[in-house]
C-alpha cells in the first residue's frame, strides 16, 4: 500500500467529479480550506438577513474505518469512474485479510477479516474519504463539508423555518445506516451560531437513533476552537500557551550557542508553526488585544534568535495573497467562483458585506489582497 501512495494512482485517478466539498486527499486542498469554506457559508448567510442564523452540526463515527464493507466500496469506485482492475485490486486487498494477537511467546489464533480499512494503512483514509463521496446535502439550504472522516453539517436557518436542516439530519442518519457507519452520538456536537437580539431562541434538539446531541458552545474543528460567537480569543489562548511552552527549547538551544540560522528553523517549525497554523481563516477577525499576545510570543522568539522576525500581520496577508492565487488557478476548487474580475481586468469584485465579521473573514480579505497587489493580476495568477 505504501507503494500505491507513494506511486500517487488512486489519488491520480479520481475523478473531479467526486464531491467538491471533500476537501482530504485532494490537490490544492488543506484544513483551511475547509475551515474557510464551513465560516463563510456561515458567515455569508448570517450577513444576508438580521434574523438568520446558522446550526452546526459535528458527526463523529464509531470506528469509522472499521466499518467499511468492501464490496461496497468496490462498487463506488467503480461509478467514479476508477479502473476496473484497480477496484478489483482494493477490494482483493480488504478482503480475507488475517491477524493475531501476540503477547510474549504466545500467539492466538488466527482470524479472518473481511471488513474495514487496516489501521494505519498509508491509504485508508483515502478510501474512506471515496466512501462517503455520495454523503451530500439533500437540500439547497444545507451544506456538509467533509475532510476525510470529519463531517459538519450546516443548516442555513431563515424565518426560524429549520425543517430542511431536521431532515437532513435525519437523512445523514439513514445513510450512515444504509451504508454500515456508525454514528457516535455521545461525541457528536452542535454549535448554534445565531446573531439575533431580542428574541427567544428555541432550537429544536436534535435526537439521532434515540439519543440527544450535547450543544456546545465552542469545538474544535480540524484544530481550530470554533465558538459560537465566533470570537477567537479561546483559540489564540490555546496556541500561544502551546507556543510559549516551546519557547524553552528556544531558549535552551541559545544556551548551546546555537547559530541564528538553526535558532530560525527552530522557530519556523516549533513556534511559527503553532501561532499560524490556519491563520488565514480566523486572524483577520481576532480582535487586537489577541493579535498583541500573539506578537509578544513572536518578540520574545525573535530576543531568543537574535533576528527581527515578521510581523503577524504581514504574514497573514501574504498568506491570503499566496491561497487566493493558488485557488484562482484551480476551477474545481470550491472557493474559485468567489473571485469575480472587473471589467477592466485588473481587479476583482469585493464583497458587499454588512457586517464587519463577513468583511474581515478569509475570501473578502484575500481579494483586498490582490487588489492591492502591486504587479498585473493576469501576470501574477500566470506566474
Not at 476508477?82 to 488475517?98: K, P
Not at 517549525?269 to 488585544?289: D, H, P, R, Y
Not at 493579535?291 to 525573535?302: F, N, S
Request: glycine share 4%.
Amino acid at each position: 500500500m505504501k507503494v500505491f501512495e507513494r506511486k500517487n494512482i488512486i489519488s491520480s485517478s479520481i475523478p473531479d467529479t467526486t464531491d467538491p466539498l471533500q476537501f482530504a486527499y485532494r490537490s490544492n486542498r488543506s484544513t483551511e480550506d475547509a475551515i474557510a469554506h464551513v465560516l463563510h457559508t456561515t458567515l455569508s448567510h448570517v450577513d444576508k438577513k438580521q434574523g438568520n442564523y446558522v446550526r452546526m452540526l459535528f458527526v463523529d463515527y464509531s470506528s469509522a474505518f472499521n466499518t467499511i464493507v468492501p464490496c461496497r466500496l468496490f462498487t463506488k469506485l467503480r461509478d467514479l469512474g476508477l479502473n476496473s482492475r484497480l477496484c478489483a485490486w482494493v477490494l482483493d486487498f480488504l478482503t480475507g485479510r488475517t491477524q493475531v494477537v501476540r503477547v510474549g511467546r504466545c500467539v492466538s489464533n488466527s482470524i479472518t477479516i473481511n471488513t474495514g480499512a487496516p489501521q494505519g494503512c498509508v491509504l485508508s483514509p483515502l478510501l474512506y474519504s471515496l466512501y462517503t463521496s455520495d454523503c451530500v446535502a439533500t437540500h439547497g439550504s444545507n451544506t456538509i463539508v467533509k475532510f476525510a472522516d470529519d463531517t459538519v453539517v450546516l443548516g442555513a436557518i431563515s424565518n426560524n423555518d429549520e425543517a430542511a436542516y431536521m431532515d437532513e439530519v435525519k437523512n445523514l442518519a439513514s445513510w450512515c445506516q444504509d451504508n454500515h457507519l456508525q454514528l457516535n452520538v455521545s461525541k457528536t456536537k452542535e454549535l448554534v451560531v445565531d446573531f439575533r437580539r431580542g428574541q427567544h431562541r428555541d432550537y429544536k434538539p436534535i435526537i439521532i437513533n434515540g439519543a440527544p446531541v450535547e450543544r456546545v458552545q465552542s469545538f474544535k474543528y480540524l484544530g481550530v476552537h470554533i465558538s459560537s460567537d465566533l470570537t477567537w480569543a479561546a483559540h489564540i489562548q490555546v496556541q500561544t500557551k502551546k507556543a510559549r511552552q516551546r519557547l524553552y527549547h528556544l531558549r535552551q538551544l541559545r544556551k548551546f550557542r546555537v547559530s541564528p540560522k538553526i535558532l530560525r528553523i527552530f522557530y519556523t517549525g516549533a513556534v511559527e508553526s503553532i501561532l499560524t497554523q490556519n491563520m488565514t481563516s480566523w486572524f483577520g477577525n481576532s480582535c487586537v488585544k489577541d493579535q498583541k499576545a500573539l506578537q509578544r510570543v513572536i518578540r520574545t522568539a525573535g530576543r531568543c534568535c537574535r533576528i527581527a522576525l515578521p510581523p503577524l500581520q504581514d504574514t497573514y496577508t501574504r498568506r491570503c495573497r499566496t491561497r487566493a492565487a493558488q485557488i484562482l488557478k484551480d476551477p474545481s476548487h470550491p472557493g474559485n467562483k468567489l473571485f469575480q474580475l472587473l471589467q477592466s481586468g485588473r481587479r476583482f469584485h469585493i464583497f458587499r458585506a454588512r457586517t464587519e465579521r463577513l468583511k474581515r473573514s478569509f475570501y473578502p480579505q484575500a481579494i483586498r489582497a490582490l487588489n492591492t497587489h502591486t504587479r498585473p493580476l493576469t501576470s501574477s495568477i500566470i506566474d
